[in-house]
């Protein structure tokens, strides 16, 4: 290995600027042009952030097991992860000079010892039986800190940290295969072996790190190359021959491990490869900066910005900014969004945490803000992000269909939607995302969200990293067909086998779906296939649920969870007419029937998945109804 490809992590990084990730020295940050809008906002943001941490953690010297612990009072527990919050407490603590910063950073390494193993890993928990995967990146937080600003430390610190940083490195080396679980992992490790490989001037770190990253083309479905492997096994596919693939996952996660190894590489074919993918992930983003994962695999931890306990897309698609701008904007309407999600100095699980009472899990805050130091470590990379270029979603008109995914993108006007009858199931359990040729997602230019899809049930698929539904009650947020039977919930939610079909023609778009309603187990309630339609142009939307088979059933249901937080005003206008008022305009639902608000706790219903409220407007079969139409207008 040459010497060059080691100086960007020397003290002379920042007279370094040709090399990649160089970082920047604090005489050079203070210059103008690093202060760009985005990266303000990054920074004051990340401040909030490590402000509402501190608030949190424990301050109790006299107890090792809690002294220095991130107490997250949403899940009334303490989140093994919290160490990763030594990056952006540092990079703090160098910024301003500020010494609380630098000590929650000493005190977050120190409790991290109730998680560190004899093999160099930290566990997700204080039990050494559980998961010692997220020891990767608990390694690049500790590395990123170390290199940048390893200086405001004392030397016996530092030179602990550093020899802890070493036994990890070598257990990730030790341990990490392609197919060490789910496909972050091991893509995670691209980064983590060959960042680590240049600090520590091994080689076999960097050839192993290497040696992964030729598998990435391996990993990307055909035609649109998104990265798949978020289930287990992670290349099998489903009844349809579909992979799994977690939006998520992969553009708050998964690409930043990738994009950063290949900037330090500087190896452009993977670069190339990664723009293509990058580009077809870019296509879920909304207007308003949020990731579509309605339909990912592992939709159970769907915040609306990204994911719950990934890091942010901003390190891989603002480093990309300079080969498709729309990457940048990407990266700064997201940034947005998290600003806008922030209560309490918390970084919340979605728009509605604050209104519906909810508290915000403190894991979103110390994933999120690893990728905010990050940027701010790397101005120069980061410094030109505006949001000049438009992202596709906000300009496109018409549908694509992902054939991978059995996934439908739609435009048209204001309107954004998201048909899925993708048919893989996480881990094999009852964690369904949207499915059933449902309408995932409806999304507006002027209310934003319209109908956005949750879970069917919400389901504690990973108990330490998802919060309990509030309230009692469990109503998905996905609008659907729906029959309680003996007890039994059917809903088109569950159909695996779902068909759809779509035209577009004279300025309308139409979506025709059949389908059939089972239960949690696929089974079929007899005589229960239905059509769903779907019509979307510019002035309004309509959903029409149609009788295919069977004789009408008057508890058989629509079901129309529009989304709307607990400030806005109800208005009943007639049966067949609900108004939903919000600060500049007004949701309109109208039917060829009654409609209804169902019971609820509060006079919202509140999902986790992806953090909102709803209105949750039923429209029943009546007697001798075939079928029933719901046409949506915002005014």
Known sequence: MKRRKFMYLSAAAGAAMRLPL????????????????FLKLVERLLKEWCDGLIAVQIDNPDNPLLHGALYCPACDKIHGRGMDAVYPFLYLADKTGDVKYRDAAINVMKWSENVSMPDGSWTVVPDPKSWKGITVFGAIALGEALHHHGHVLS??????????????????HKNFTIDYSHINYAFTAVYALNFLGRMFYNQDYIAHSRQLAKEVPNWLTKPNK?????????????????????????????????VQYAFLEEDEELLTLLQISMESHLEFLLPDGAWDNSWGTRQNKWSYWGSRTTDGCQPAFGLMADRNPAFGTAAYLNTELLQRCTVDGLLAGGP??????????????????????????????????????????????GVRHFPE??????????????????DVVFKKEHSQAATGGALAVLWHERVGPVFMASMAEYILVEANNQQPQPDGEDIPLTPRIERIADGTWYSNLFDLE?????????GTINFEVQTNLTDRNRKILPNSTYGLHYTIDKEKTIITAKI??????????????????IEDEIVIVSENRIEILKKESKVVVEANVPLSI????????????????????????????????CTVRVG
């Not at 030397?155 to 940083?165: A, G, S, V, Y």
């Not at 295919?548 to 937080?565: F, M, R």
Request: one cysteine or more; aromatic letters at 8%.
């Open 22 to 37: 160089s970082g920047c020295t604090s005489e050079e940050k203070k210059n103008p042009v690093f202060q760009s809008d």
């Open 155 to 172: 030397e016996e610190i530092k030179t602990q940290w550093t020899q802890r940083l070493q036994k990890a490195a070598e257990f990730i």
């Open 226 to 258: 998104l990265l798949f492997g978020e289930n287990k096994p992670a290349d099998e596919r489903s009844s349809k021959g579909l992979l799994p693939v977690d939006l998520g996952y992969n553009v708050e996660e998964t690409l930043n491990g990738l």
């Open 352 to 397: 509605h945490y604050e209104s519906h009472g909810v508290k915000p899990c403190v894991h979103h805050s110390f994933t999120h803000a690893k990728s905010l130091a990050f940027v701010l470590d790397n101005p120069l990379k980061f410094k030109a992000i505006s949001k000049k270029t438009a992202i596709p979603r906000t300009i496109a008109d």
């Open 405 to 422: 995914l059995d996934v439908w993108l739609v435009a048209r006007g204001p309107w954004r939607a998201t048909v899925s009858s993708y």
């Open 498 to 506: 779902a068909t759809v079909g779509y035209g577009d023609e004279n």
């Open 548 to 565: 295919k088979d069977g004789q009408n059933d008057t508890k058989v249901a629509l079901a129309l969870p529009v989304i709307s937080p």
């Open 598 to 629: 169902k019971e609820t706790q509060k006079s919202r219903v509140f999902n986790m998945v992806p953090g909102m409220e709803a209105l949750p407007i039923m429209a029943y079969f009546t007697e001798g109804q075939e079928k029933v139409v």
